[in-house]
């Protein structure tokens, strides 16, 4: 594992040691004080501060990379070099030109990728395509996202020099840092984007503070998500309306409710102590031959692009 902060701390760390055919044998950070921290508490057996110590261990064939998304191209070609599959966090890089370089760098290589859009594999997501798919609410009209977050809110993670804020780092906000989830999930659904729309980027105190887009996919489906993270009250909703009923859902609660067929039934989920861990089982059984690519890098590519989009960068 490349990188070692607070994702890494229970979302995903302590998968790896859990998930038959998987075993965390070493953990690299750029503080020596921190990685051999995380080590002792993880009883993870090896450590160190150079990237280059993980890709020279022949007992190591695969490498999550958990570092902010400036340096997720660097060490996914390096760990393409060293010919080390590789699960690679999201945002799965910073624009697309970067998401070209992967790609191409991939298919000059036999080393598997998948991106962590880990939600694809919780409880409650599963249920809406589960509801998708047996055309309970029958054809798909509109989806519309809301996400609204006061200044005080605690949607995202808070860290110390707060990287998330600085584009360099993080390809741009908060919008950066929760988006790639939702976007993904939309196309996990609704399958190919015929249209991408740019409606509204505002800056108004640090960067992606209001953003809007629209998309059509295939099969008519229209979209529209809005992310206001200076919001005066929070919101966390999605709508999926279809010709014969609705879903609604919110990405950061439990609650599932599905109105069809003048009924209404409401279901409740719980998400596993390590929310990557149900990814992280698909991606072992990939990376052993067993199962297909839960999340490849043609499919983030694509959320990469409506994120620059929506962004005005492309």
Known sequence: MIGCGDVAEVKSGPAFQKVNGSSLVAVMRRSEEKVKDFAKRHHVPNWTTKASDIYNNKQINAVYIATPPSSHLVYALQAIQAGKDVYLEKPMVLNSNEANTLIS???DSD???TVAHYRRCLPLFLKVKEVLDANTIGK????EIDIAQTPSANLIAKTGENWRLNPE???GGYFHDIAPHQLDLMCYYFGEVVDIKQCTVENLTKPGDVV???LEFEHGVKFSGSWNFVASKDQDRCIISGDKGTLIF???GDLLTVMADDTVAHYRFENPPHVHQPMIEKVVEYFQGNNENPCSVYQAAVVTQIMDKFCEKA
């Open 140 to 143: 798909i009209v509109s989806v």
């Open 111 to 113: 080393v598997k990728l």
């Open 169 to 171: 780092i993080s390809g």
């Open 250 to 252: 919110s990405f950061y």
């Open 105 to 107: 760098a991939l298919k």
């Open 212 to 214: 809007k887009g629209e």
